[in-house]
């Protein structure tokens, strides 16, 4: 199992300066260790129209039964089949989540963090 998948806004700034130091780390041929798995939006409206807490829900239940159907995942939420099918596309369009050749899906992470920082909370 992979590390965590740490949810949160992302400053773009930052984010590039950070992807161009990995890049010029692995041009100079540093091993880099295996990391975290970063989903970045640009504020919290956005993260909240992506991740809303039904969402996040089903998320939790699939990290928690571990490999299972979507039928499953449904039945034990007490959701409908379509809605709950809809949610775990957009959380595996959004590498939250896996689906195994066999149709059952699950979290790849040993942990998945949500972070919200206050400061960037506000409009500008």
Known sequence: MANLAIIGITDWAATQAQVLDVARRIDAGEQLPEGDYHLGFADAAQL?????????????????LGPVSIYAVAKALGRNYSNVHADVQKLIGHGLVDKQPDGRVWVPWADVVVRLDASLLSAA
């Open 48 to 64: 909240l129209a992506e991740l809303p807490p039904r969402r996040l829900d089903t998320l939790r239940a699939i990290k928690r």
